[in-house]
């Protein structure tokens, strides 16, 4: 049997075992897998791919293809042509095709659609952004999943939690959170408050960690004293928690090994790396770094301790908002910005007026129906790549497993333009040996050999964690329904299983089928009601990947990180 990686984006890049039929299973003896596989993975092969290069809707051979490419590239300034690949976690040998973008000297895009406000907060505060590996939270006595939901994004992280003492943070009823010891159903808009107010609490009732305070955070001080700043009454009416329910956290994570899980959902706004600041400062409080079993974990970086050996592009533009009617050619690599960008309206116009529009990827999307040239890629069964997770610290070969006509490999594609153009590219043997010599073996499971035991237990990249100095305190009153926007259990963002409809609580006045026109400043798009009563009544829930989601979401950027912010507008429904 031969053994690869999933190439999904997701939390875990599962071990795969391709069985005498071809067909992947997981890998039993993989710590993390443990032979299980996720839906989408489960049903790959059943997903239509592209099956044949396009060029202005014609079916064209792959040579074809790509001398349209190097036509349209050689008619082109390099400032004139922007390169867009997707912002989740990709194998590594696909950025090899920015290697060849980087020396024609393209323009390129910096920024996140998913964590770049959060991961900016940790940078702050930390040094580094490392995350906590499910063989760390195995150590845990104490969980508190925060604005995360593992049974749709993480799901072989779901036995590390068991028989461990349970808080759920989250504005839905979870599945998790029905299992918890406590489930706070927080508003949206509010962690950052109850974040600051947990390590006031935890300051007056002295269940801070002193002695790890004196030691790594000299300034803990200045924070309890900004803390302070919080109206504890009107804050917990605004967030809707009660101080009962912050005692009880409290006391449910005392003197134990605590681990804090946050998702993306919570920092999908302008601040939002004030919000993961804030829950960084409330672990600090408790000593939670450094420890066994114990840290504050977001979406970690795939790229830490990953030495890439392909050029990177130097001149580049925020992804959120990027404007691609700037541009004679724009080339998107293993993405759907007309689905996924935020403000979709305006999205869509750029792209139509932009001169030349390629689409390298597996699947069929508004993005792929809206280009030029089509040009169909290899999927992970047919190359060679390397796989990094930032789940865990996993750091594994893939494989070619099968031989087939469809489509091209990222690093054929960089081959052949950077032979056109005269650029520098080694073999592709020598790349897969670069990210061989990173890697370690341990128990039959190969990591990323820089990465600490323990992170943070030598202490952090400044000398000591940083707590925040200020905070918009501010919290206002805003009409309309709070726009919660998860990933759906049997999607992947665009990918998979697209839901269409809008989820509201069954009180909040809105009859399940009923087709309602939803509202915010970006615009307005009409979706048929359906209950969901895991929601809170001031709550709609429009999963990431519905079609026109998007036009709802602002083309704003995050005050710190470059981040989309998805979940900053409320929205005014109406009945049709």
């Known amino acids: 049997m031969k053994t690869t990686a999933c190439p999904l984006d997701c939390y875990d890049a599962c071990r795969i075992v391709i069985d005498e039929n071809g067909m992947p299973k997981g890998d039993k003896t993989h710590p993390i897998t443990r032979g299980y596989l996720c839906p989408n993975l489960n049903h790959y092969g059943e997903y239509p791919r592209i099956p044949a290069p396009r060029l202005h809707g014609r079916e064209v051979s792959m040579d074809e293809a790509l001398r349209a490419l190097e036509k349209r590239l050689e008619e082109s300034k390099p400032r004139e042509v922007l390169y867009y690949r997707g912002s989740g976690n990709v194998a590594l040998m696909q950025r090899s095709v920015e290697h060849f973008f980087a020396y024609y000297d393209a323009v390129g895009t910096s920024g996140s659609l998913c964590d770049g406000a959060g991961a900016a907060g940790i940078e702050t505060g930390r040094g580094r952004n490392y995350v906590l590996s499910p063989q760390m939270i195995a150590h845990a006595e104490a969980v508190v999943v925060w604005g995360r939901n593992p049974h749709a994004t993480h799901s072989h992280l779901l036995p590390f939690l068991n028989a461990k003492t349970l808080i759920v943070i989250d504005p839905v009823e979870t599945e998790l959170a029905r299992k918890a010891d406590l489930h706070i159903k927080i508003k949206p808009r509010g962690d950052l408050h109850l974040a600051l107010l947990l390590s006031r609490f935890a300051i007056i009732e002295g269940s801070h960690d002193r002695e790890w305070l004196e030691e790594h955070a000299g300034d803990v001080e200045e924070f309890y004293e900004l803390t302070q700043s919080i109206r504890i009454k009107a804050t917990l009416d605004a967030i809707d928690v009660s ?334």
Not at 248 to 265: P, Y
Not at 267 to 276: D, F, I, P
Not at 357 to 367: A, H, Q
Not at 380 to 392: A, H, M, P, T, V
């Open 243 to 576: 101080l009962g329910q912050i005692g009880d956290m409290l006391s449910l994570i005392q003197g134990k090994r605590t681990a804090i899980l946050v998702g993306a959902g919570v920092q999908k706004y302008r601040n939002g790396a004030e919000v993961l600041r804030a829950i960084d400062a409330f672990g600090a409080v408790m000593g939670l770094f450094g420890k066994e079993g114990c840290g504050v974990s977001f979406l970690g970086d795939s790229s830490v301790g990953v030495d890439s050996p392909f050029r990177s592009i130097a001149k580049k533009v925020s992804k959120p908002t990027v404007d691609f009617s700037k541009y004679n050619c724009v080339f998107v690599q293993g993405a759907n910005p007309l689905a996924q960008m935020p403000d979709s309206n305006r999205v869509r116009q750029s792209f139509s007026q932009a001169g030349f529009r390629v689409y390298f990827g597996l699947y069929e999307n508004e993005t792929s129906r809206a280009s030029d040239l089509v040009i169909p890629a290899k999927n992970f069964l047919e190359k060679n790549d390397f796989r990094s997770s930032y789940g865990d610290y996993t750091l594994q070969e893939m494989r070619k497993i099968h031989q087939s006509d469809i489509g091209i490999g990222e690093y054929e594609v960089a081959r052949r333009l950077c032979d056109t153009f005269g650029f520098p590219l080694l073999g592709e043997e020598e790349y897969l040996e670069h990210f061989r010599d990173q890697a370690i073996e341990r128990e039959g499971v190969t990591y990323r050999s820089s990465i600490p035991d323990i992170p943070y237990s030598e202490g952090f990249e400044e000398g000591e964690f940083v707590f925040p100095d200020e905070v918009e305190a501010r919290l206002e009153e805003r009409e309309g329904f709070h726009l919660i926007t998860p990933k759906h259990p049997k999607g992947l963002n665009s990918q998979f299983y697209r839901e269409s409809a809008a989820f509201f609580h069954p009180d909040a006045g809105f009859e399940e089928g009923r087709r309602v026109r939803l509202s915010s400043p970006s615009g307005s798009v009409e979706m048929e009601v359906a209950w969901d009563g895991r929601l809170r009544k001031d709550c709609v829930l429009i999963y990431s990947g519905t079609p026109d989601v998007n036009v709802l979401t602002p083309a704003w950027l995050s005050y710190e990180g470059e981040c989309a912010v998805y979940q900053e507008h409320t929205l005014k429904v109406e009945t049709l």
